[in-house]
């Protein structure tokens, strides 16, 4: 699909039809990592996975950080039908939570994925500007050397095909918008209070083995969110999307054939 986005048309990937969702990548990434939970959930959804800004053909955002992000992601919103779904990955569901807060009228559902509600700690953010320095002085090959280790259990990092696919779609991101990201993740807000104020249909998925949002804090969120449940993956990682996409995609399924109907569901947040 088309997008107006910083004074130019941005082509966001997009396959299948039905009601709408779109899917939200976490840092270093890009909307790649989405591909076989796509190709997935493309049976019963048009499923649109962008690149969020700073990657792929989608320019910076005017305005820096995560609100930055969701300016970006709310013009996808306004050029779809109502009652569509929004899924955030890690750092993309910082930018759901953002957008989620901003009550845009056709969001009808919210699966928040492998994610935190909790701003960082400060020591936290003195990672975060390590990391920086890291990527400015050192590359972002560096930055993948030490991130794929957080992002894929045991499991996933023995199975070449994995940790190359993840490698890969790491090392084509540039460097400044790596350090962006991790700036925009630095000074995120905390959205623990709000998540008592989501009114729509929610869901969190998490990895069993996730240790950057661990299943104790998806629970947790799940709790704080009326009506909403936490539904753990086996054997997945935080990049529980690339690990498992079968039963993350299964997850997303059941959750959105549920809360959207073609044409519109429930109402907004
Ligand atoms: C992500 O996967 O998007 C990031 O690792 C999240 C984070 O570092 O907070």
Redesign the pocket.
Known sequence: MKVGWSGSTVEARELGSGPAVVLL?????DGAMWSGVARLLSESFRVIKPDLPGRGDTPAPAAPGIEGYADFVEAILAELPSGAGLAG??????VALAVAKRRPPNLAALALV???AAA?TDA?RRGRDESIAVAREKGVEAIADA?LP??LSAAALANRDTVERVRRIMLRQPKDTIAA?LAA?RDRPDSTSFLSEIRMPARVIVGAEDA??PPEEGRAMADAIAGADCIVIPGAG??APVERPRAVATSLQEFFARTLSAGGAAGPA
């Open positions: 990548h976490g840092y270093p990434l990955f890690s750092m993309g569901g910082y492998d994610t935190k960082d936290g991130m957080k992002l990201d993740m950057i949002a935080h990049l």
